[in-house]
């Protein structure tokens, strides 16, 4: 089937939620993408933040193939020895103690939601608490994680949504102090903001929130679907920070393409859910599970985290020299393989332009290009992205 074909047929079968940009992708190797008439991609999209080990990695199909031939699907009535290997790996990599695996990240966010309500539930004997998130950010777009999501644009068309959440500024302690009341359970945050515009969070202020909660006896929700699993240069951002939340919530690069996320928590946050209180069909399942275990082994085998390091230093340079190179660039933000540059104006004629070039680039906002591509990438990967921006500018 062509191009033009295909997406004509698309356009009549799927729901029209998305602007999808007007290529057909067929498959991936390394740090390439090619459509199905063989044009050839350099990706730093990564599936948004997703395929951390890029395509193809033959370790990580070989274990989904083996896993395959095995059980992919058993309910969570029962145990099964990838699921118990991957929390285990997971409370390792984040100094949780206990694990819920789910198939998304706005499920997770819907886990840690609900978690945080049990906690407090159990604690006063009453209904009726609030979250504190913040402005700008973003959690996922089911009807709970829309409620926890700091942007109006994504809330107002399905509000009236679950309520029980008010926002307050990011990197603004007193903000956030001046919305607490008796019925705060919770504050969530993201230790650097995605689609709100690549907001990395101060120091001071994740350690406000740490000591807020301490003393109120509240928890402390980090969302580290995007910037979690190494993309920032720790296995979690909020490691980068020395600051330890309650409950995360992480998905995206967990699996590495296959869909799945997890919320983990400390003992204290856990023990607030009882038999009945959560559940999932399918998370946790040993197909998921399994692709979440190699992830792990291959961060670990293929010192990924060492790699962010080195070259998030080498992307940080270039993106600076292309914003004291052209003055329709305001700046840059972002931390480790999570970047962005902020324009004066539009950028979607970049991405469209980059795309002619052989280059896939996504928008974080109207006037922002967000960098997050495959943790693999090298120095002559960013090289060649930056050659191709040039040519554009």
Known sequence: METQELIEKAEQLLMHTYSRYQ??????????????????????????????LG?????????????????????NYYYNVPAVTAAEKLRKASGMDRVFFTNSGTEAIEGAVKL???????????????IISMNRSFHGRSMGALSVTGQPKYREAFEPLIGGAVFADFNDINSVKAKITDKTCAIIAEPVQGEGGLYPAEKEFLLGLRELCDELDILLIFDEIQCGMGRTGTMFAYQGYGVKPD?????????????????????????????????????????????????????????????????????????DELVGKYDFILERRGKGLMQGLEFKGPVKDYILR??????IIIAAGANIIRFVPPLIITKEHVDDMISILESIF
């Open 23 to 52: 290529i057909v992708l067929d498959k991936g190797e390394g740090v390439y993408l090619y459509d199905i008439g063989g044009k050839k991609y350099l990706d730093f999209a990564a599936g948004i933040a997703v395929f951390a």
């Open 55 to 75: 395509y193809g990695n033959k370790e990580y199909n070989d274990a989904l193939k083996k896993q395959i031939d095995k059980l992919l699907h058993t309910s």
């Open 116 to 130: 945080a309500r049990k906690y407090y539930y159990n604690k006063n004997h009453q209904t009726g608490s609030e």
């Open 247 to 319: 409950i995360i919530a992480c998905a995206k690069a967990l699996g590495c393409g296959v869909p799945v996320g997890a919320f983990a928590a400390t003992e204290k946050a856990a023990a607030a859910f009882e038999p009945g209180d959560h559940g999932t069909t399918y998370g946790g399942n040993p197909f998921a599970a399994a692709a979440v275990s190699k992830v792990f082994d291959l961060f670990e085998s293929e010192c990924l985290l060492a790699h962010v390091n080195e070259i998030a230093s080498y992307l940080e340079l270039k993106l």
């Open 354 to 359: 980059a795309m002619d070039e052989g280059l």
